[in-house]
């Protein structure tokens, strides 16, 4: 049996998962909803992706990860505009643009679609460095405060960390305690390009040997997490890590005792190095907000297409009613006035077309206004939906609902949902997310470990 194999590799489990979308593609279809499924395997090298600020010390922080002689060039000024890929290679090498994708791993094949001018801005560094056999580095530009209305980049800049976000599987945003801020650029990539990708996401406030005093930590700290609290869209902020990049003198030219940072430096290193449990970790909340957000966008779309057949319904039967009525007045009045032959006849002709363009435009007005109410408060079949469900919070699906909202206000308004025979489709993906996903994440997750 597909689902019950004893014992399985990590491509017979890739097998499993691409048969579940295969299941379910008819049912996406019907719902109008695509696959956001990337390009990332269980089989491949974890990519670890480090953003932030310019001067934040991400290439420095890279440097000094992989040993000397540096790889990343460094300064106080923003020192590239592009992305770096480091990959393990015998044979050192630097390529960029397309030639950059022809080596890179084939999940980076997605960023053709950013175009030629974001290629110009993104190179692949093959380096022989031990540290880099297991796990990728993907180093980025620091970000800076656009002029506004314009575009400082001849790329679309969130665009681009948005794709290479949804491929990495490690996200390390870095800030300067100088200046916990954000610019500009920060914040469009901490509010939108990291949306729904935010369980990948370490924040680490970097030279903390550069501090003062631990007044001086309290302070970039707490500025810190006040702006990531107006930013990112969760109702809980991520965890903070204190980090410095370590050097021979370090801790005997810092200002506070950087001992107190050892074990979250410490528990930073640990995540780099099991990188491989994130990548295993990040495709299947991938898949799983594929499928939830594919769930709770059916069975908005069946409640929908339900309380409009349901409302046509009853329209339908009270205009039957109305015209059984309407006869029998029709027929009473017709006996007595003695009514009959071919008066009789044309006038219940006449009465029976009245009626009946009147109470068909009747109910056309009455469904046309019942989809636009429906369009106009989507929150409410939202809630319908899942109100009674005893799989699902709501709390734990509204994320997914406001990514799909405006989605399934065009299908409503298009008329595209699935049938009603498709609700045992339905559960059945429920049942999937509730236990058949978990048990393959477990199965990949004892493969991965040490």
């Known amino acids: 049996m597909l689902f019950h194999s004893a014992k399985a590799t990590k491509e017979d489990l890739e097998k499993r998962l691409d048969a579940l979308y295969e299941t379910f593609r ?18 491949g090298k974890p990519t670890i992706l480090l953003l932030g600020n310019h001067s934040s010390g991400k290439s420095s922080f ?30 050192e090498n630097d390529y960029t643009g397309p030639a950059a994708l022809g080596v890179a791993p084939k999940e980076f094949s997605v960023l053709r679609a950013l175009g030629p001018d974001f290629l110009s801005h993104f190179t692949v560094k093959v380096r022989n460095r031990e540290k880099l056999r297991d796990r990728n580095f993907l180093d980025s530009p620091g970000m800076i405060d656009a002029p506004a209305h314009t575009n400082s980049r001849l790329y679309n800049f969130p665009a681009a960390v948005r794709a ?13 305690p100088e200046k916990p801020g954000t610019t500009s650029e920060a914040v469009e990539v901490l509010s939108q390009s990291l949306q729904g990708c935010e369980y990948k996401l370490r924040v680490l406030l970097n030279k903390a040997d550069t501090l003062d005093s ?39 030219s810092a200002r506070i005792p950087l001992d107190s940072f050892d074990r979250q430096h410490a528990a930073l290193l640990n995540s780099i190095s099991s990188a491989g449990q ?34 046509v319904l009853l329209r339908i039967l009270l205009s039957i009613l109305l015209l059984g009525v309407s006869g029998a007045a029709f027929y009473a009045y017709s006996r007595s006035v003695e009514l009959s032959g071919l008066r ?23 469904f046309y206004r019942k989809k636009r109410a429906l369009v106009t408060h989507p929150n409410e079949l939202f809630l319908g939906a899942f109100r009674h469900s005893a799989d699902f919070h709501l ?23 699935p049938g009603i025979f498709d609700s045992l489709q339905i559960r059945n993906l429920a049942g999937i997310l509730r236990s058949r996903l978990p048990a393959i994440c477990d199965e990949l997750s004892k493969q991965t470990s040490p």
């Open 214 to 252: 631990m007044d001086d930590y309290a302070r970039a700290y707490g500025t810190l997490c006040w702006n990531l609290g107006r930013m990112l869209k969760t109702k809980d902020i991520p965890q903070i890590s204190a980090v410095f990049t370590e050097s021979p003198d370090t801790r005997i």
């Open 164 to 176: 290479l976000v949804e491929i990495s599987d490690l996200v390390l945003f870095l800030f300067d």
């Open 344 to 366: 009789f006849w044309i006038g219940a002709a006449c009465l029976l077309l009245l009626l009946c363009s009147v109470l068909s435009g009747f109910c056309v007005w009455s």
């Open 395 to 417: 709390d734990s699906l509204q994320a997914r609902w406001n990514e799909i909202k405006d989605d399934c206000v065009r299908q409503i308004q298009a008329g595209t949902s």
């Open 62 to 91: 890279i440097n000094s990860l992989l040993d000397s002689p540096p790889i990343q060039n460094t300064g106080v000024a923003p020192t590239d505009d592009g992305f770096t890929l480091l990959l393990y290679g015998e044979n």
């Open 278 to 311: 994130s990548r295993i970790n990040a495709i299947f909340a991938g898949i799983e907000n594929d499928f939830t957000r594919l769930l709770v966008q059916a069975k908005v779309l069946l409640r929908a297409k339900c309380l409009l057949f349901g409302h």
């Open 26 to 43: 008819s049912l996406a279809k019907k719902s109008g909803y695509a696959f956001r499924r990337t390009g990332v395997t269980a089989s």
